[in-house]
């Protein structure tokens, strides 16, 4: 699920990227993409082999074939720390009170 939430992420910023290189942004560096995940990303770097079915193949292999061409940075990163991981887990409202100043802007 991991591997595929990356694909899908990746492939939703990629025409972004696209319309900043048209609008004269380049985009020298790869886009940091960052996961709790330590199997999608041992799978995106290279440091794990994946037995999984063919759809899944077909994600991986689109994730490894832009890290090659530089488009994408694979990052891991402790899920406390991955603001992003917040609103997917069930907390208690103690939590949500504590975390309130740094989600809602």
């Known amino acids: 699920a991991e591997t595929g939430a990356l694909y899908y992420g990746c492939k ?4 972004y990227r696209v319309t900043l290189e048209e609008m004269g942004h380049p985009q020298h560096d ?3 993409v960052t996961t709790d ?3 999608a990303h041992g799978l995106t770097m290279g440091t794990m082999t994946s037995k999984a079915s063919k759809s899944n193949d077909m994600r991986f292999q689109w994730l490894k ?3 090659t061409q530089r488009l994408f940075q694979f990052l891991w990163a402790r899920g ?3 603001r992003a991981d917040y609103p997917s887990k069930h ?4 939590h949500h009170q504590k975390m309130r100043p ?3 802007t």
């Open 12 to 15: 939703r910023a990629l025409p």
């Open 30 to 32: 790869p886009t940091p």
């Open 37 to 39: 995940n330590n199997t």
């Open 65 to 67: 074939c832009r890290k």
């Open 80 to 82: 406390k720390d991955n």
């Open 91 to 94: 907390h208690p409202s103690s």
């Open 102 to 104: 740094s989600v809602v």
